[in-house]
């Protein structure tokens, strides 16, 4: 069984500061969880009753009120100004595509479409596969993201990548894989019967295995 | 004065003159008294807490020991089971159902009329010295609107294609059409159910907000109420005003569902964000409708049986108002991942922030408020720090997802089960058995017995605690919620022990509920005998007999301070009850002399 607080390895380029906030976060907390449970379990002990004891009458202290005020205050607002940057650097600016593809979930599997030889989607030489999507190591991977019927969400556990498909709605979504290497896909919403076996494959390669494998594929799905 | 009009000051005074035993029907069916309501309320609220708890064990065990033939399986049907030689085994479309339905009736149809329904009741006209709700019959209808949706809720897993499985949050387009399910009649029952059990809260919440403001004994200034009283006013008026939006989205997805409009179906032009919208502006408020009469009950408990007053009252009011006010405006981090634009994620992120102080605050305030106290650990006080405890666990892993970067790995995984059952159970649920157990005397005359108490709190606090702990570990694996069959994914396989430890746990732990059960209908009948007053309190509930009368207090109580004057020098025991006059009146020479006026101020 594993206990531990540490998360699994991850392989993108943004994964590394999600997990730099998400360790930040487990040493403050942390620590204030060992303060906080420690003196309250301390307290209990000290001053649990005994004959002739008798409690201290005190209504409060405005100092120690803006003292716990203020301290977890600016703790907060600071874990929310470093994860901004992470945010918007994962969701807002997206980095010239170095692939492009389109990605749909329906109930209950996922089809990804590649541009082809031309390079550009929406023409005929584009391909697909199903239940799997192929790129390239250290390329923006940019995808546009649909469903087909209800919501699903893309899930890439190693890339620390999550984001839920919307019918009638594209959603683009980046990562860049920093290691070539066989990775998970997973559908992270309830999405009916079959949520569960909504998994597949996202396969990471060099760049010249990723274009023999697109041109291959290329060549194979040509009507 | 004639006989008309004597009868008619009697009808205004409430009748509690009255001497006539009431016919059983109207004493304990449908009763006006807000005590025999609340206890209604209770019994209804326990049973689905016990059958709540029922699905969670079900749930468990397809999770421990996936897609294996579960025990007593073959006793349930075809529709929700698959018979094999070997016994029957879970099919995924019941565990959608129970994943639905665990959270459905948890929320809605036990902890929430718990603390509302019964705490609510029981305690704000008591606390407030008002001889009844402003309006009895309403509150009347209130719990018998709740039967209907009650009824309504369970049948739903007896029609053709078993109750609702798109998750308690139902959300669209999979609710809102059978065609992605195969839940038609259930998802319906669902919707139709909580609309009714909204009416229900909405009756409630205007009848709390007119009796506190309108009924107060004189002397109980707005300062001077308890706090489990300030946090069931505030939590009426979130309900009062959460509930109307919760209601209308109901009604439009029950719309969507039967008459075919599109208000949440894309493929007719629908918008299936504006459900997400719609019911976490409801959800979010829902959250803090679920731990604010916790934190009243706690605040009540601690104090008293720390004998000190509480830690910074008038902060701790002030926290109660700024997360009724905060509670509005952070319902967008629940849909972080939603495809909402992500720049409303960063404002959503820092609001959302801001919600951890005023929680900080008071969990500050009640360490203090221990802090040379005189405790006294009887097993009210054992829930309360229980609650207290697990709270700062809830409190804090709640900061992780509310980060928006370390969301998009954890959110929808096993961490946010985690959390807010650290909230919910922990937090929520413990406040409860500290309610429960510590106003139990006023409400029945006995006290629950002691030791089976705390042999109950002890194995909870244990098990409850190996059951929701690992799931923090679960989810930074990577292991999602509301899923069938984990070991389908190749690296969640290796969870499978965990997973069964946890369900081992789940079992003993609801197997120990069954001593709080048999401590409660014991106690009954055969709890030792209560005093008015048995732990030495100073609110205006412990001043009438155990139970109280009809009509709660014999003559109109006066109040001289606030609740929480344990240990005060001026009182000669280490309580001094909101009753009590005081033992040295203001002298005369306090009274300010008359002004004589001077020229100038001609």
Redo the contacts between chains.
Sequence with gaps: MNWSWMLPPSFSTVSGDIDGIYYVILWITGIIFVITEGLLFYFIFKYRHKEGRKARYDHGSTKMEIAWTMIPLVIVLWIGFVSKGVWDTVKVDVPPAGLEVIVVGKQFEWNVTYPGPDGALGTSDDFETLNELHAPVDQPVVITLRSDDVLHSFFLPEMRIKQDAVPGQDITVWFEAIQPGDYTIGCAELCGIGHTTMGGRLIVYTEADFQAWSSAQAQQQQP | MSTIEQEMVHAAEGGHHDHHELPFIRKYIFSTDHKMIAKQFMFVSLFFLVIGGLLAAMMRWQLGYPSQPMPGGMLLPDAMMAPTPNGAIML??FY?SL?TMHGTIMIFFAIMPLLVGLFGNLLIPLQIGAEDMAFPRLNMISFWLAIPAGILMLASFAVEGGAA???WTS?A??SASGE???VYLGQQLWLASLTILGFSSLVGAVNYITTVINMRAPGMTWFRMPLATWALFITAILILLAIPVLAGALIMLLFDQTLGTGFFR??VGG???LWQHLFWFFGHPEVYILILPAMGIASEVLSNR????I?????MVLAIIGIGFLGWIVWGHHMF???MN??L??SF??ST??I??PS??K???W??T????????DSPMLYA?AF??MF??GG??G??M?????D??I???YFIVAHIHYVLFGGSLFAIFAGITFWYPKMFGRMMNESLNKLHFGLTIVLYNLVFW?M??LG???M?R?????T????LA??Q??NE?ISISVFLLVATQSIYAFNFFWSLFKGEKASDNPWDSNTLEWTVPSPPPHGNFPEMPVVYRGPYE????ESET?FYPQTTPPSNPPVQDLIPEPVTPTPEGF
């Design positions: 995924p479309e959608n994943v499985g798109a998750g959300y387009p999979l992605w399910t195969g894309p493929e918008e299936p964000l720390a004998r000190k007053p830690f910074g009252y008038h902060s991942m939603s495809g992500p720049l994620g960063t992120m820092i922030m801001a951890a102080v900080a605050i969990t500050f305030n360490m203090a221990v802090w040379k106290g005189d405790i006294h650990l720090l207290v405890s700062i666990i804090l892993s900061i992780f509310a980060s928006t970067p370390v998009i790995y959110h929808d995984t690992p923090h570990n930074l694996q990577g999602m509301r899923i069938y069959d984990f389908q994914y190749e690296y290796p969870l022990p965990m430890f344990y240990s005060s020098p280490d």
